[in-house]
C-alpha cells in the first residue's frame, strides 16, 4: 500500500513536499515514481528514483526544481518541489516497479499506486 500527502495550494515561486509511505512490501524491492495528472490530461511522468537512492530522473520541466529522495529505513519517498509554477498543478501520484523490472519512464509498468495528493498553484 502506498499513501502520498503534502500537496495543497501554494503560490507561484512557492514550495511543497510530498511524501509516500509504503507498507506492505519489502520496500527496498520497489523503484518508485512520481507521475501527476492534470485535469482532461493523461498522466505523466516526473521522476523515479532506483531502490537505493543512487539514481534519480525527472522530466525535462522540472529539473533544477524537484528532487526526489527515499528513505528505505522509514519506508518513504519524498519529492521536494521547489519554484512551483501554474503549470504544476496536478494530482500527484507515487507507484512502484519491482525492481527487477528494471526503472521506468513509463506509468503501465509500475505495480502499485498511491492516492494521489492534490497540487494547486496559483499565479
Known amino acids: 500500500q502506498l499513501q502520498a500527502c503534502g500537496g495543497g495550494l501554494v503560490q507561484a515561486g512557492g514550495s511543497l513536499r510530498l511524501t509516500c509511505a509504503a507498507s506492505?512490501?519489502?520496500?527496498?524491492?520497489?523503484?518508485m515514481g512520481w507521475f501527476r495528472q492534470a485535469p482532461g490530461k493523461e498522466r505523466e511522468f516526473v521522476a523515479a528514483?532506483?531502490?537505493?537512492?543512487?539514481?534519480?530522473y525527472y522530466t525535462d520541466s522540472v529539473k533544477g526544481r524537484f528532487t526526489c529522495s527515499r528513505d528505505n529505513a522509514r519506508n518513504t519517498v519524498s519529492l521536494q518541489m521547489n519554484a512551483l509554477k501554474p503549470e504544476d498543478t496536478a494530482a500527484y501520484y507515487c507507484?512502484?516497479?519491482?525492481?527487477?523490472?528494471?526503472?521506468?519512464?513509463?506509468?503501465?509498468?509500475?505495480?502499485?499506486w498511491g492516492q494521489g495528493t492534490l497540487v494547486t498553484v496559483s499565479s
Open positions: 506492505g512490501r519489502t520496500f527496498s524491492n520497489y523503484h
Open positions: 528514483i532506483t531502490w537505493n537512492g543512487g539514481n534519480t
Open positions: 507507484a512502484a516497479t519491482l525492481r527487477s523490472s528494471g526503472i521506468t519512464y513509463n506509468p503501465a509498468r509500475y505495480d502499485y
